[in-house]
Nanobody, 128 residues
Framework: VQLQAYGGGSVQPGGSLRLSCTAS??????VGWFRQASEKEREFVGA????????AYANSVKGRFTISRDNAKNTVYLQMNSLKSEDTAVYYC????????????????????????WGQGTQVTVSS
């Protein structure tokens, strides 16, 4: 599975961006979004479970970021609104072929080791 993430760029605080992650067959994978700011560890942003409408988000982005899917296009989106300077990072999408139950999806989807496939990352810069 070769993931491609794109859509990053520069935006002012309060602005919006939409990132896309695409790969053949992506509709059958759980997809996670992670980000890594300069000199910081890669952190969980959100995830979309493939066989349900379930999503999970980090507290820092809840209410501002939304993950959606277009299965016909094998694409997962990360809509980012009300961006803040602390959202500046390289954003990565990742795919997991794991099976998750309703009760463990939120917990397990936050872990990097759950994902066997990673995209190359796209830079998001939020600055005035």
């Amino acid at each position: 599975v070769q993931l491609q993430a794109y859509g990053g760029g520069s935006v002012q605080p309060g602005g919006s961006l939409r990132l896309s992650c695409t790969a053949s067959g992506l509709s059958t994978f759980t997809v996670g979004w992670f980000r890594q700011a300069s000199e910081k560890e890669r952190e969980f942003v959100g995830a979309s479970r493939w066989n349900s409408g379930s999503t999970a988000y980090a507290n820092s982005v809840k209410g501002r970021f939304t993950i959606s899917r277009d299965n016909a296009k094998n694409t997962v989106y990360l809509q980012m609104n009300s961006l803040k300077s602390e959202d500046t990072a390289v954003y990565y999408c990742a795919a997991s072929s794991g099976t998750y139950s309703d009760w463990d999806f939120s917990r397990r989807s936050r872990q990097r080791y759950e994902y066997g496939y990673w995209g190359q990352g796209t830079q998001v810069t939020v600055s005035s």
